[in-house]
Each structure stands twice: as structure tokens, then as C-alpha cells.
């Protein structure tokens, strides 16, 4: 697998990255996503609140999961002024202190409406309220009423987007907002095309997992583990590149875009599943980080270990600089290796697999 991925892959990464999938909200996504995978699966199901899983030999008894998590954060309407100011709540972890002069588009039933987070100027602002907060930032639609903004379709629990969309800096880094985590549907279904095109006979189900409600809780993994009930799960998330400025190695790591994906340990992974991994990428000369995390990994690997009576779950995490921004940033080689380890890390497991210690 020398090329991963082509030209075409790359068009479907733009367009999936610059779409809207608010939590709560992904079904536009989700379908898109679902286009893209649908020639290199045998089937697919949703759940009720919007997870697709796309199904290689559905009749088989022994699952294997790979998964992300399709969701971006965002915000909701929260109260409309009488002279037309917008106050909002977050959708997941929403970072207040970038909102200030930021584009953004309200969902709306009559469609997108664009705002702004308007902002002071300098010269007006003083004391201690001067920093931004959710009490102080607000959005202007050009509406200098409530029935100005409520005749746009505009009202309590609108969902709000940020405007900004993807682009490529220096030939190899991928930057924009939703890399977390729509990089890691983009490499799970790479992974399933790359089986496809290599034509892989698998001896066991695979299930390629896009769950909705990560940022508020891991809420689709949790659902979507109940009704597949996997024996294995590889979970694909983001974590912090930890070598920009303003960032304490000791309390978080040493972890670099371009040195390749990144291998948690902790409670919720399981050991022998993880060195299996380790093992595949030292023989493939695939390049990796290790990190650790302390009680749980904050990611969907959480709520695929912990299901029906546990499962052997790992965590490949993608190196990103500047989480939860607009301009959320990683190596474009490190994609690759990500996508190289999941896919070989698949053709590592043998059928009816069994991963416990003590047997």
C-alpha cells in the first residue's frame, strides 16, 4: 500500500470536512458518509438517533469493529434579545474564547442563516468583563428586533455553526474546524475502500462504525455497542499535539503531528489487543506514539470497552494541534498511517480471536 489516499478519497475529505454535522444534528453528514462507503460494504443500519454502520459479511458471528465518531461541536440558540442580539449555549465543548468576530451560520427550517459573534472594539472595552464569556458574547444576524430574528425562522434551540471551512497549508497539513472527528470517519472508510480495491476476503463481520453524540458523552457508542454487541472494537479519535506553544509536556504528554498516529494505554484498553497492534506496526514500519491516559481516554474506546459484558477495545488517536478551533490542524502522513495501521491491525485478526488473560 504504497498510495493511501488518491485524488478522489482527497475531493470526498474537502466536501465531508466543509459539511455541518452539529451534535445532535449529524444526518447530513452521516449520509454522505454513507455514499462513500456504500460500493465497499455488504450492507448497512442506522440507529434511531443517526449512527451508520456499514456491514462486511453481516452473517458472520465474530465482530470486529472499527469506529469514529461524525459530530462537531457547536451551539444552540438560547435567548433572543428585543433589539435582535442572540445569546447561545454550547453543543459539547464549544471554546468561548475564539468566538469573538467568527463567522458562523444558524440551522434554521428556512434554511442557513448567517451571523456573526459581533465583539467591541478595543478602544470601548474596560474591566474586568472585557474577556470573553457565554455572558458576554452574542450574535448579531443584521436584525434590530426579536420579530426581526424569528421572521429569519430563527429561535430557541436553532443550532449554530461555525463558518469556517477546510483548507491545505504547506502541501500536507490538513487544517480546518470538524477534524475532530471527521478525520477519523474519513480514515475508517479509507480503510474499508482500501479493503474493497485489495479485494480481502475478512473470516469475521466487520462493522464500520460512525456514531453521532461523542462531544456530549459518548452517547452513539453507547447505543450503537448495545445492539452490535462486537467482540473486538478499534476506536479511531483525535488527540492533542502537544508540541505548539503554551502547552505543558508534563501534565500533557509529548505527542507531535508528522511522528506518526498515537497508541493510548490505560484502564479501558485492552493489553493484549494493544500490543497486537504495537506488533503489526513494528512489522509494517508504521510509525507510532504512545500516550497514556489516566482512569478513562475520554473517547468512544470508553463505551465500547465497558458494553454488554466487555470488550477488548484499543485506541488509535491522530496527533492535532489547536482541538475544538476552526482551524484544528494534522499531518496529512499521519492520516495515512493511521489508516496503514487500522487496516493492517484488521488483517492481524484471526477469527473467533480470544483476547483474555487468564484463559
Keep these: 500500500m504504497k498510495k493511501v489516499i488518491n485524488s478522489k478519497s482527497q475531493k470526498f475529505l474537502e466536501r465531508y470536512l466543509n459539511n455541518y454535522s452539529p451534535t445532535g444534528f449529524e444526518y447530513a453528514g452521516q449520509k454522505m458518509w454513507l455514499d462513500y462507503i456504500s460500493p465497499f460494504v455488504d450492507e448497512y443500519f442506522t440507529d434511531i438517533y443517526g449512527t451508520v454502520v456499514g456491514v462486511i459479511n453481516p452473517k458472520a458471528k465474530y465482530k470486529v469493529v472499527i469506529e469514529a465518531h461524525a459530530d462537531e461541536i457547536s451551539w444552540f440558540v438560547h435567548y433572543i434579545t428585543s433589539d435582535g442580539f442572540i445569546y447561545l449555549r454550547k453543543n459539547g465543548g464549544s471554546d468561548h474564547m475564539i468566538a469573538p468576530s467568527k463567522r458562523v451560520q444558524i440551522h434554521t427550517s428556512k434554511g442557513l442563516v448567517p451571523a456573526v459573534f459581533g465583539w ?40 449554530v455553526t461555525f463558518e469556517d471551512e477546510f483548507m491545505i497549508l504547506n502541501k500536507n497539513r490538513y487544517c480546518g474546524r470538524a477534524l475532530d472527528n471527521r478525520m477519523g470517519g474519513f480514515m475508517i472508510a479509507e480503510v474499508v475502500r482500501l479493503l474493497h480495491e485489495n479485494r480481502i476476503d ?20 453507547q447505543m450503537i455497542a448495545q445492539k452490535i454487541k462486537p467482540n473486538v472494537a478499534i476506536v479511531t479519535d483525535v488527540c492533542h499535539d502537544t508540541n505548539t506553544p ?28 494493544l500490543n497486537q497492534i504495537i506488533k503489526i506496526a513494528d512489522e509494517n514500519k508504521i510509525p507510532f506514539q504512545r500516550a497514556a491516559a489516566s482512569r478513562a481516554t475520554g473517547t468512544d474506546t470508553d463505551a465500547f470497552a465497558y458494553s454488554n459484558e466487555g470488550v477488548p477495545s ?43 488473560y487468564i484463559r
Design 246 to 273: 503554551m502547552i505543558d509536556k508534563i501534565t500533557q504528554g509529548d505527542l507531535k503531528s508528522g511522528s506518526g498516529p498515537v497508541l493510548t494505554y490505560g484502564p479501558a484498553v485492552q493489553n493484549n489487543l
Design 314 to 356: 484499543a485506541l488509535i488517536s491522530l496527533p492535532l494541534r489547536y482541538m475544538h478551533t476552526t482551524v484544528e490542524m494534522c499531518r496529512k502522513e499521519d492520516v495515512e498511517n493511521a489508516i496503514r495501521l487500522i487496516y493492517h491491525s484488521i488483517l492481524s485478526i484471526e477469527n473467533n480471536q480470544d483476547f483474555k
Design 120 to 159: 467591541p472594539a478595543i478602544h470601548t472595552r474596560q474591566g474586568k468583563d472585557s474577556a470573553p464569556s457565554l455572558k458576554n458574547i452574542c450574535l448579531d444576524a443584521g436584525c434590530s428586533s426579536k420579530e426581526e430574528i424569528e421572521a429569519l425562522g430563527i429561535h430557541v434551540g436553532c443550532v
Design 202 to 221: 475478512l473470516p469475521f463481520g466487520l462493522y464500520i462504525v460512525n456514531a453521532v453524540q461523542e462531544e456530549v458523552g459518548l452517547r452513539g457508542a
